[in-house]
């Protein structure tokens, strides 16, 4: 195994996540997704431009498409949630102290902890025994920063960063 790519037992757990390889109607042999997916694990960790991907992998044009392809399908939101990475509480220090990101986040179902700023003039009451999990949070964005195309943001959509971030994430839940 190499460096960017899935053990045996990481690979098990995902690939019946993905597509099916070939579709029914047939056609050209498809890229295997094992090796596609080497291919876009190797573009997240190093930041690689696609067209300087090594030739093991296949042609660059494939890998990219095939990971467009399965960001705009939400293949990597999929996987996460198998995961179960879709909590409903958010956890922020004071720097996202917001009335309308708290209002947004109940509007959809779910549960701030954010504490207020002490200008704050409505301060909210804070669940200050969840805060504490915090950490959990900032230990997580330290391991997804391990991606080079993660921490660096060579992305300038935020499409194209959402589907990064997950694959991040992803990567630290097999790990």
Known sequence: MRRHELTESQ???IRDLLPPERK???GSPAKDNR?????????????????DLPERFGPWQSIYTRYRRWTWQGIWENILAYFDLTGKTVICDKGYDSDKLVSYIIRRGGYAIIP???TSTHPRETDWHVYKERHLVENLFLKMKNRRRF?????KSATSF????LLAAILVWLS
């Open 35 to 51: 090796m596609v997916m080497h291919g876009i694990l190797y573009w997240l960790n190093t930041g690689v431009a696609w067209r």
């Open 24 to 26: 029914a109607q047939g």
């Open 151 to 155: 921490a660096t943001r060579y992305e």
């Open 162 to 165: 959402f589907a990064v971030s």
């Open 11 to 13: 690979w098990n757990r």
């Open 116 to 118: 207020s700023r002490c």
